[in-house]
């Protein structure tokens, strides 16, 4: 039942996280102009590693519009060939990568394909961050987003180091930290 529901909720989440994405890059002028020149081409985001005890999670794929922006591309549009590029996130331990991603970390990716977009990808990830607190500031003003976001700050590292040390008691007995 559990793989019903998220076979039903994965595409609501899938475009949550695309709106994300282009938010996050559409503050970023540089951002769009280094992807603009790839309109057309696919990428696929794959979590490897995925612990067996959750539901599964399908891959996202992903178009560049002209805009230098992304748009989810739904498995009846989905192109039967190779995406472009096929980006390779590890969510061995999810808690502990979405904790380090709300930190500003630099997630643990692998990346294959074309290698121009693959770069581009790179640099994107290298450089580009979603500044929340400035998000929070058009909403509750400067001084109160300032003080959510160092609270913020604060819990995503607690939670983060939290996270990494729960990992160590996966059911392989590895270190996933």
Not at 15 to 37: C, K, Q, S, W
Not at 96 to 117: I, K, M, T
Not at 138 to 144: D, L, Q
């Amino acid at each position: 039942m559990l793989q019903e529901w998220s076979k039903l909720l994965a595409p609501a989440a899938q475009d949550r996280i695309t709106l994300l994405l282009n938010h996050v890059m559409a503050r970023e002028p540089v951002a769009t102009a280094r992807l603009a020149p790839h309109t057309g081409k696919t990428l696929q985001l794959h979590l490897s590693g995925w612990p067996a005890l959750l539901p599964v999670v399908p891959d996202l794929q992903l178009r560049i519009t002209p805009a230098g922006l992304l748009e989810r591309v739904d498995d009846a549009q989905a192109p039967r060939q190779e995406p472009d590029l096929r980006i390779e996130l590890d969510a061995s331990n999810p808690a502990a990568a979405a904790f380090a991603a709300l930190s500003g970390a630099r997630p643990d990716v692998r990346v294959q394909g074309d290698a121009q977009l693959a770069g581009d990808f790179n640099w994107l990830i290298d450089h580009v961050r979603w500044d929340i607190e400035d998000d929070l500031a058009a909403i509750t003003g400067p001084a109160v987003a300032h003080q959510l976001g160092r609270f913020g700050r604060a819990a995503a590292q607690a939670m983060a180091t939290l996270a990494r040390q729960a990992g160590r008691f996966m059911p392989d007995g590895k270190d996933r930290a």
